[in-house]
């Protein structure tokens, strides 16, 4: 019956990426970035992801995108994709590798936290920050750390146990031909986003994260470059080195409009977080993927050798 239910669903994956990735590329004003963001995790989360994509992102009308995606909850939902596109595809492929190789479950988590870790900040995040400092990769992924390890502690919270708890009892699960290990690595996805969406509700908010935009405005949530570079100058003190410099000398008045919209409905936060409000997010993160590796470990998965899986089928 679970193996029925199994392809069932990857069935229903396959028609979601394909609309997902069909109105994302050719309906779709979202940023190119978002598009495959959008795209991976619907690979990874199936239908579910198709319908939150619906739900937030897919235009609903001629030039009604901008708009649409302001709400807080959609821009929140937008930089969960964001994380998990980068993080999930990492934490997946390291999965799939250490698995073919038999290795442990310890060293397997390891490897999938700072593979996933590693392709979401230097690929989706500083790449995607890149633009909006002046082409500074170094700034962004200066800038983009902190953020993205925060997703990533709550992405990994969620996934640990799942699979550790899963594939620890389904010897099969551990091997990448099972149609059970890419099962497993759906459900895990899907509870890891449950568990970091609140973190990136969080980051957006404070403005150090980003959501969904729009190419027609070149920015986040429907915002000008210019508006975009006043938010990022307001919360940290950086300049973006690709404003003109009459840009740079109305600076100050589009930081100051940016700073005066307090509304909950847009990108256009800004104050940024306290390091006092970042330390306890970080506890809190750090917490919550400790509970994760408790609740693996009182599975007994982390204790078991994989390589023992193909050993157990002959």
Known sequence: MLEYALIAWFVLTGLSVVYVAWDAFTRNPELTVMKYGWVLVTLYAGPVAAAFYVLSCQEPGPY??????????????????????????????????????????????????????????????????????????????????????LSMNAVMAGMIPVMVTLMSRDMKAMEISSMYFWGIMSLATLVGAIIAYPVNVWLVAVGLKHGMGSVRALGAGGHSMEAEAARIKDISGEMP?????????????????????????????????????????????????????????????LAMERAHASDMNH
Not at 263 to 285: N, R, W
């Open 241 to 301: 080195a690709h404003l003109k410099p009459g840009t740079r000398s109305r600076l100050k008045k589009a930081a100051h409009k940016v700073h005066g919209r307090r509304s909950h409905d847009t990108m256009s936060m800004t104050g940024g977080a306290t390091p006092a409000q970042i330390s306890a997010v970080t506890l809190l993160t750090l917490l919550v993927l400790g509970a994760g590796l408790v609740l693996a470990d009182l599975s007994g998965g």
């Open 64 to 149: 009604q995108h901008e708009e649409f995606i302001k709400p807080l909850w959609k821009q929140a939902l937008g930089s969960t994709v964001h994380c998990l596109a980068g993080d999930a595809t990492g934490i997946i492929f390291a999965a799939a590798v250490t698995a073919s190789l038999g290795l442990s479950m310890p060293i397997d988590l390891a490897c999938e936290y700072l593979l996933g870790f590693g392709f979401g900040l230097l690929i989706f995040q500083a790449l995607f920050m890149r633009d909006m400092l002046g082409g500074s990769y170094v700034a962004a992924v200066r800038r983009s750390f902190i953020p993205e390890w």
